[in-house]
């Protein structure tokens, strides 16, 4: 899932220490696919792969620039160094100014590096992004170097 180099959907990498199968989405991360537990099959179906197309955003609500940036905001930044693997680093980059993270495979490097769900992306290899579309945010991440470097802001429990 996530930022991907060209590999097609069937390629599968085993997931290291918990014996599933990391599966490849697109490039544009518009197609997932999981093998096993924690989406819902389709009665009808009857493999074991799920696939979603398009999933819907997992944002709770539209969130700008300027507020991710205002001062004392509910957010807090965090950095990580994901070193990309044969399959990617693991996750999928969605949303408009700003971006935010879609998925992240839970045997991916992402994951490992601490990376989670609904994180918005701030900035990629000391670029900053926030105001970059999806689209140029995946095409700094394919073209850059294998170890990416990543500010992201995450949301403050309250």
Not at 121 to 135: E, F, G
């Amino acid at each position: 899932m996530g930022p991907r180099t060209a590999v097609s959907p069937s390629k599968e990498v085993k997931c290291r220490g918990q014996g599933g199968a990391r599966r490849r989405s697109s490039s544009d991360g518009s197609r997932y696919s999981q093998r096993g537990a924690g989406l819902a099959n389709n009665a009808s179906s009857s493999s074991s792969t799920t696939v979603l197309f398009n999933p819907k955003s997992v944002l709770k609500r539209p969130v700008s620039t300027e507020e991710l940036q205002r001062p004392g905001g509910p957010y807090i930044r965090k950095t990580f160094t994901i070193v990309g693997d044969a399959v990617g680093w693991g996750f999928v980059v969605r949303g408009n100014r700003p971006c935010h993270i879609q998925a992240v495979e839970p045997c991916g490097p992402a994951a490992a590096a601490g990376m989670k769900v609904c994180q918005f992306v701030v900035s990629v290899n000391r670029t900053n992004v926030l105001h970059l579309d999806y689209r140029t945010v995946s095409h700094l991440i394919l073209t850059g170097p294998r170890t990416l470097v990543m500010e992201v802001m995450e949301e403050t429990e309250n």
